[in-house]
């Protein structure tokens, strides 16, 4: 459920936004950032301190794409001048946004987990203290393969696609870089041990 307008305003009042933490996942198309996600959203069944994000995007949901929340740009427009998302942005041709009761759930010290681009990383930054980054990826040639696999794109735009995905990187001690080149049980098991470290530091912040 939506937090109430009056207490997202109290909240976004107070940046940054503190007791919790936010888990941002980057990485480029194809490298299996849902994969390694949905890994350990298995992996932590039932675990109350977590919340993976469901993303509300301007594309139809499929069995080929992530699950997420559909909206047409007019009403995702609309949801947004009414205050529905934590964080948008815009990004291949669609428009992506994060629920608003993402900052409740990180002033009442959750664990939120988010698939998000790399450009709205300074943002995350602004809104919330406690920021983890975890950028997935992949070697070059699977990267390739398995865009190639989606049959979305053209050879040109997935050459393209790889070539933005290596324009940006990212650094510091809060970045965690997971190779997801092999069996999704390695990475998913290293991704699983950032979540571990979150959620203990989220316990430790709720006792100061």
Known sequence: MMVSALIERELTETLPIRNGVFVA??????AGKDTVIGYAKAHFAGETRL???RRVITRPSDSASEDHDTLADAAFAEAEA?????ICWDAHGLRYGLPADVDWGIATGHVAVANVSRAVIPVLRERYA???MVEITAAPEIL???LAAR????RGEVLARLARS???TLSGPEVT???NSGAREIAGERFAEVLRKAMAFSDLSDMI
Request: proline share 3%; hydrophobic share 40%.
């Open 151 to 154: 049959g979305r794109e053209s």
């Open 177 to 179: 870089t997971i190779d």
């Open 130 to 132: 406690n920021l983890a």
């Open 25 to 30: 996942v980057v990485g480029p198309s194809g």
């Open 51 to 53: 919340e993976f994000v």
């Open 166 to 168: 290596t324009s940006v």
């Open 144 to 146: 390739a393969e398995r």
């Open 82 to 86: 009414d205050g529905a998302f934590a």
